[in-house]
């Protein structure tokens, strides 16, 4: 066995590992940022200055309860707000969040965060408890972050373009 052999079996196995995770580990594992949650009678003024102050890219929107009732995110004031011309001081988060958000919650895996932010296109995934209330907020970021933690250092010290090829493979490359 070669030098590169070795090598590319403990990508391999390291990689298994990476699977592995990705099929087991919950959400709670990302560590999910604390939400900023806010009533719909809130301005988009308020919210922009909440998530500027905790660098945070979305408010949920609660009712009286506490549950869950809406989000607004920056795409959302870039579309809703902004490229509408609407004037974020007096428009209420109620007319231009996105209503009855896909909520997960921290015991789901995180292959299916991937699953929903990828098919669905979120970018932000509000976490509530069994009441709809919000426990937390998990972004694409949080994931990119728990995966680079995965993976071996050897794939990530790898440079530009350089490949695993797997010489006694025959590829269609």
């Given at each position: 066995m070669t030098e590169f052999d070795d090598r590319?079996?403990?990508?391999e196995d390291e990689l298994q590992e990476v699977r592995g995770a990705l099929?087991?580990?919950?959400?709670?594992?990302l560590g999910p940022a604390e939400p900023i949650c806010m009533a719909p009678t809130a301005t988009v003024e308020e919210a922009i200055a909440r998530m500027l102050e905790r660098r945070q890219a979305c408010v949920l929107v609660v009712d009286g309860d506490g549950r869950l009732t809406g989000i607004l995110t920056e795409r959302d004031v870039l579309m809703r707000?902004?490229?509408?011309?609407?004037?974020p001081r007096r428009t209420v988060l109620r007319d231009v969040m996105t209503p009855n958000p896909e909520a997960l919650t921290a015991g789901h895996r995180v292959a299916y965060a991937v699953h929903c932010m990828s098919v669905a296109g979120f970018r932000t995934?509000?976490?509530?408890?069994?009441?709809?209330?919000?426990?937390?907020?998990?972004?694409?970021s949080d994931v990119i972050r728990w995966l680079?933690?995965?993976?071996?250092e050897a794939v990530l010290n790898?440079?530009?373009?350089d490949t695993l090829k797997h010489p006694h493979e025959m590829d269609a490359g």
């Open positions: 590319a079996q403990d990508i099929l087991d580990d919950t959400i709670a594992t707000v902004a490229g509408a011309g609407r004037e995934v509000p976490l509530v408890d069994a009441e709809r209330r919000p426990i937390g907020v998990v972004t694409v680079a933690q995965l993976f071996p790898l440079p530009p373009g």
